[in-house]
């Protein structure tokens, strides 16, 4: 974080100081929620949860080098009292966004926010310094944290911004005004909760509406939903996508035989190949939204082409794709999971495993309410379209509806099976799995899916192991 006094951050979040013998005691080192990551110069934020409360660590915390405590009460060490820390996390956040001098660039949508993100910051830091949300910390408390990350030298501050309601982008916003704002799609993700795709465009348009004149929105114009929301803002817009009409756009798109995506990239400013080290169709539609923003922030097509060519995977179990010592190749993907990006990951095994015996574990896809039989259903059946050599449906109810749309698709029992839990999975994959083979492994972050692509890997390298 930039350097801020006790008394200037007490001033800006409206607390008390506690226990701060000299409130010109500057803070220099990051704003941390963690107790493990305090350190030298640190603010830790002390949330009281249901299982464990910040409060319990405090003296632990300065002891080792944190600076004070933000927190709801006195903790008999150098400590900001408020009544609410998540709102004085907030304004503290809002408060250093304003002093830097950095261009804010935020980005959402129902799926691909977090690998998009990481192909933005790859691109954008071969220019400038770059801070990023780290994983998918993208709700109203990692956002500020990342936000706070920022120094004097920032030059690019890249948020993605996670929304399960109306309104809640629109508070995101308001802590960290964007100049740039990408809206990348509007799907299926938390249709349970909003009640629909047009609430959900709605919630996603807040960010454009958040713009200021002189900014810039950068929307997707193959989704009908997202091309509307044009109308939703005074900011300059820019189109992406591989339609005709989109400012920024593929042609030629192709997958190698490794399945990774190789397209032609044309931008205002030029045109230039690109070929990806990532894995599946779905990312020319992320890597199209990256380089809009790359080319509003100034950079060349050539540059734009060379960064995505170069980027990588920066969060875990997002197409991680491994190839053990007996040839079998794993792709955990089993961080999250929706019917769009379910699809995406089906289409990319069907990839990949070219010529190959195929499996798609897959577990449940949460918060999709009255829509979440036909999703399921429609799943299953897409497995068996794409050929794919055997679907292992892990879980309850939702995995059994997995199992039915294959069966009733035209899987009778040779292609598809029902097991009850992860281990089951394991047990099963573990006897019957032969070198060349290729798995995917994806299911929403609640199954805990990714203990069997871990004892997937582990077991080609040590062994038979078990789930955990």
Not at 185 to 212: D, M, T, Y
Not at 331 to 359: F, Q
Not at 410 to 437: K, M, T
């Amino acid at each position: 974080m930039i350097a801020l006094s006790l008394a200037e951050i007490a001033e800006v979040v409206g607390g008390q100081t506690h226990d701060i013998p000299d409130p010109s005691v500057q803070v220099t080192g990051p704003v941390v929620r963690d107790s493990r990551e305090a350190g030298p110069g640190s603010l830790f934020v002390a949330f009281a949860g249901e299982r464990v409360d910040g409060h319990d660590f405090a003296a632990a915390v300065v002891e080792g080098g944190a600076v004070a405590v933000l927190g709801t009460r006195p903790v008999g060490v150098p400590a900001i009292v408020v009544d609410d820390v998540q709102n004085a996390l907030g304004a503290l956040a809002r408060h250093v966004v304003r002093r830097l001098g950095a261009t804010l660039v935020a980005l959402t949508g129902s799926a691909g926010k977090t690998s998009t993100k990481d192909l933005i910051a790859q691109v954008l830091r071969r220019k400038a310094p770059t801070v990023f949300t780290p994983g998918s910390l993208n709700n109203e408390i990692g956002l500020p944290l990342t936000a706070l990350s920022a120094t004097e030298k920032t030059r690019f501050l890249v948020l993605e911004m996670g929304a399960r309601g109306i309104g809640h982008i629109r508070y995101l916003a308001g802590l960290t005004p964007p100049k740039v704002g990408l809206v990348l799609n509007v799907g299926s993700a938390h249709i349970g909760e909003f009640g629909g795709r047009e609430q959900i465009a709605q919630a996603k348009g807040e960010l454009v509406e958040a713009l200021p004149e002189d900014g810039t929105a950068i929307l997707n114009a193959d989704d009908p939903y997202v091309r509307a929301m044009a109308s939703r803002t005074k900011a300059k817009v820019i189109f992406f996508g591989e339609s005709g009409e989109a400012d920024v756009r593929a042609e030629n798109v192709r997958l190698t035989d490794t399945g990774q995506p190789s397209f032609r990239l044309h931008t205002p400013s030029g045109a230039s190949d690109v070929t990806m080290r990532l894995y599946g169709e779905h990312h020319v539609s992320n890597a199209l939204a990256a380089a809009a923003v790359a080319h509003e922030l100034g950079m060349s097509a050539d540059e734009i082409a060379v960064a995505l060519s170069e980027a990588g995977s920066l969060s875990r179990w997002r197409m991680e794709v491994t190839e053990r010592p007996d040839g079998v190749t794993v792709v955990n993907d089993a961080y999250n999971a929706n019917p769009e990006s379910m699809r995406a990951a089906l289409r990319a095994l069907a990839a990949i495993g070219k010529g190959r015996r195929t499996w798609a574990v897959l577990g449940k896809m949460a918060e999709l309410g009255d829509e979440a039989l036909a999703e399921h259903d429609a799943v299953g059946r897409l497995a068996v379209r794409l050929n794919v050599s055997k679907l292992v449906a892990v879980g309850g109810r939702e995995a059994a509806w997995l199992q039915l749309g294959a069966y009733n698709e035209g899987s009778w029992g040779e292609e598809s099976v029902h097991v009850s839990d992860a281990q089951a999975a394991v047990d099963l994959l573990r006897s019957e799995l032969r070198p060349g083979d290729v798995v995917l492994v994806k299911a929403s972050r609640s199954v805990g899916l990714e203990s069997v692509a871990q004892a997937l890997m582990e077991t080609g390298a040590e062994g038979e192991v078990s789930a955990r």
